[in-house]
């Protein structure tokens, strides 16, 4: 860290940050600066907030952190692109740019085997669909819950595709790890330390949603949270961000794939459902998101989107799925992939 | 709902609009505009949210709610303020503007009884400090969980201040609303619904505070969630939204005091410490807090912030909140209130 | 418009509504709802903001706009894509993808020549390079002004590529148009009015590029405020908008594309280079941009951008630029464009 | 500044690093940390943004800014408060709360010259209202221009308040400069660096809104122009920044008045009316400011505002501003001021 002194702080200031940051574990180095002193503090700050209380020390300015905070994320541990297995045909991360497709809510028997079979049909690698819903109005469908559960094995079962769906709740992980192929933590929990750990403690690979104002440093400390309980085979999804623009749910920030993957080993996948709230603008974000780099996508498709219980707005018809993933073949291909 | 249709939008899709409205259960009211018609969907809209699905109908531009979505949080609902009783002495929402401090996290016996007794005796009402800690990092300082607990109880026992602490896991609801006066739901749990309705169920008052990209609505619909599930005793706490301004660790947003008093009856209290992130700035935006009409504030004092394990930067030392105490006593007659 | 009345309100209040929604020359249409009235205006209300004062009069809650304020900018207006001519072989919004590109600022005859000589070569059609510098800082270098618009006419004159270079003064737009072949309002000037009125005047091409703020709505009022002064020729560029995100320097917002494609005749290009302010990821940027549908690309490129004068770390070296064309060809023939 | 190397950074990128450093006439200062060299350049960086183009270099991971980059607007450079002189009677940044008052465009005679009398009467010192103004839309009213400025000008005879009107191009600043006794600089126009520099070179004190998604160092650079073009008579005024809430207008940041009153010597003034753009939020923000420290206020007032040409809804009547002065002077007192 570089803690930076305020211009004429007084030297029995600058000798009590020496002595702490000492005291901290570190080795103190001071730049004598044309207007004021700067110091370094070497050692691995990783793990070691504490350096940030300096700031409250008399004479101190501000205290610049040089290090990212994450370890096994960290792509300067481990220098090759990470591979994550979720079922025996399919791997995210490598040459395969992975179609996750499904309904956002599991509502019955029939709407989740017709979702399965028609994204299977046009191309899907893996069935999204939720069982738990972590809905932002406590009147809303809140989801089959087990039976929901039971309903995606079923269409596993009849198509052979892997399932991801949503964990809420750490009481409920293992349930839901029982039947589940991936585990998908919701942007709303994103930082929901409790539920982090416990998915870490699981043998299923996790789909990490970035919540809607996290950092791409808070989200990869999230990552690391997972990863720091044992579980190395996270993937992580940009799915928009809130900012002030409303024309679309979130503003869908699509540069997080290239300075992600210059920052971590772990996949990287886009949601422009939920990135965009719209269906019209999610084949568009669909072909962008492949070419910047994304090692996979997961889509809402829905049968019937005008009734859908959750997210109709923003869910493509079969049909244009299958014609979304027609087009998208030729820009995996300029990426230099395959679907 | 008001459905907003295209502009030269078919017979047969407006038709097809008006039937689903009917189907839903409204009763749709055709307005013939300039260049469009616009549809109005009368009925009670709130918790039927599958309205909005009617955006994915050919024909339709847009829906627009009208009604707000929350009920028992609402001030159409529940006219008069509600006071809300934390223990003998102390009630939230009433004349007296209620004071919670103490610091970010529990760390020994010393340390969080040299806090109840500094804040004790410069006027503060309730001893806030975290035993389960939500940390960004997992390599930090996780609190001392149930051992906290004992200490915060400890501390009450000798200066009679009830004290607020943070439940941030379902599974951990129970034991915590065994030792405390009051249960905080932090801002990166703030949509965490499993937390939220486990709260709900338990018997105790819980300040709600805001999350970092958390609308008043959606702010709004959490306590609805704790609200449905039976617990009436929600208090609203703005904590700083994130924003691009870097100068503070949060934005303050003080102008949601008479937005939130405008639309729910519940107690609205504000942590500027979190707010700002900067002790410097605490006391300042202490004063416009209880000017702006808020009923309580909740502030960061620790004995000692350079060795403080959490959030040493934003902690005032004793000396400076009596201080800031004394000036507040001000602002608060001011503004027809007592401390 | 929609006028949501405060449930309850008295009569005599819609009454008064009701008067002045005739007054205002709109013709009022009121919808009896279960828990308050909605009132509908009906007639055209673009240019007619004047209809939101009637949110201050007793009992209304709200006033809710339909139609979108701008006329000439819509596709409601005109439906066909507009094609913009820049010089005899180039237009904007035709089948070609165009690249803008060259240096942030032009330093000196050899630095504009020999870049715009490398972006000849790789296959751009316009050369962009700043003569009035826009600068944050009073103390950075402010541009050759009128001395590099002479050098960028002699770069065109060598290469034959057209140049665009930016207006920041109603005083100097002439004086800039004299030389241009389109003139660029940058994002610190997209809601300076009297300037957008000036260009409006002017019969040269302009890149209009959105403010760090603005929403879709009101980039588009923009282009109003030119087109309204008789210039048609408007091109609207995404460059990123401010949020709360520092890993990039703005967040480069590629669904704007989609969206603007439906509300706009306008064509729509996409400036990666100042969307995220750091050469590493300009190249996915520029696939994504093209593959979500961008009708041109404007890409810093500069022959040293260790020594650039502004802008260095965000600027490709010819060769990399260079490199980006060429796979870039690729993702253009995926979206059936061609480079 | 500090330049952060990446970890395994070669020794001759290392070198180059170095070079460059003296090359740009600093001196630099290794550090070798654990994972990574630090090197510290030791001079004024004021000024010298260019060193920012360092991180195109091969081997640098990022550039960190130790100063900030204002000077004359720093309390660095001037410790003591700066009061600004509007008038005999009139001055800014001293004991007393100076209030701006009036409505946001003249309309004509009648309403100016009501509008003075009455926020003369509640005990207003600065008259408000615009005669060029800065309108989203083109086709909204654009002010009456030089007839305005002649009606404030008249109302100014009458009432003896010194008034403030808006300068929205360097061509007609000279004329606004002829009639006004401050000039106001909005916050589309807080970059228009061109009329910054204009207003700098004028005798007229400035109030400089702050833009809507300024940082609070922008907003001090932009006050930098000014003074760095002669004129030291800028006063600094918040007035709500740009986020993801919609329930207000904009967010209004108070947390910025202790911020810049730790970083500048100019006087800080809020604009509640522009802050919030809903009258009902107009009084507690303005309590709020005057609590945090605040120097004046800007405050919307007009006697008719349902019939007002703009800013309808965010002005108070006049009986309502008289409330709130009436209730303003409490709070002035308990921050040791007077109105």
């Known amino acids: 860290m570089i803690i930076v002194m305020k211009a004429g ?14 005291e901290l574990g570190y080795k103190p180095h001071v730049i004598h600066g044309a207007t004021r002193d700067v110091i370094g503090a070497v050692g691995d700050e990783r793990g070691k907030a504490v350096l940030q209380s300096l700031e409250s020390l008399h004479g101190v300015e501000s205290v610049v952190p040089i290090l990212q905070p994450y370890k096994l994320a960290s792509k300067e541990v481990k220098k090759e692109a990470s591979v994550v297995r979720i079922s025996d045909d399919v791997v995210i991360g490598g040459e395969q740019v992975v179609i996750m497709a499904g309904p956002c809510s599991v509502e019955n028997e029939a709407q989740i085997i017709e979702s399965a079979e028609a994204v299977k049909k046009a191309g899907a690698h893996i ?4 069982a738990f ?3 932002t109005s406590p009147y809303s ?7 929901g559960l039971k309903l995606l094995a079923k269409a596993r079962d009849l ?67 997972i990863m720091s309980e044992g579980n190395q085979a996270v993937i992580l999804c940009e799915r928009g961000i809130r900012t002030f623009e409303t ?21 990287v996948v886009v949601d422009p459902s939920h990135g965009t709230g719209d269906h019209h603008y999610v084949a568009p974000m669909c072909y962008a998101a492949v070419a910047a780099g994304a090692d996979g996508l997961i889509v809402e498709v829905h049968p019937d989107p005008e009734h859908a219980s959750s997210d109709g707005p923003q869910s493509l018809k079969p049909k244009k799925f299958a014609a979304m993933m027609d087009k998208l073949r030729l820009f995996a291909e300029a990426a230099d992939r395959k679907l």
Chains 1, 2, 3, 4 share one sequence.
């Open 141 to 147: 469908f809140q989801g089959l819950e087990e039976e």
């Open 133 to 135: 819903k972590p809905r």
């Open 159 to 225: 198509t052979g595709l892997p399932f991801v769906t949503e964990v809420i709740n750490p009481e409920t992980a293992e349930l839901v790890a029982g039947y589940a192929d991936m585990l998908q933590i919701g942007a709303r929990n994103s930082q929901n330390f409790a539920l982090l750990k416990r998915v870490g403690q699981l043998r299923k690979p996790v789909l990490l949603k970035r919540g809607m104002s996290m950092t791409i440093q808070e989200f990869l400390m999230s990552a690391e949270y």
């Open 127 to 130: 069935l999204r669909g939720g």
């Open 9 to 22: 702080a007084a030297k029995k200031d600058r000798d009590e940050v020496l002595r702490r940051i000492r």
């Open 247 to 267: 024309a679309t749910r979130n503003t869908l920030e699509l540069s997080a794939i290239p300075v992600l993957k210059g920052k971590t080993h772990l996949p």
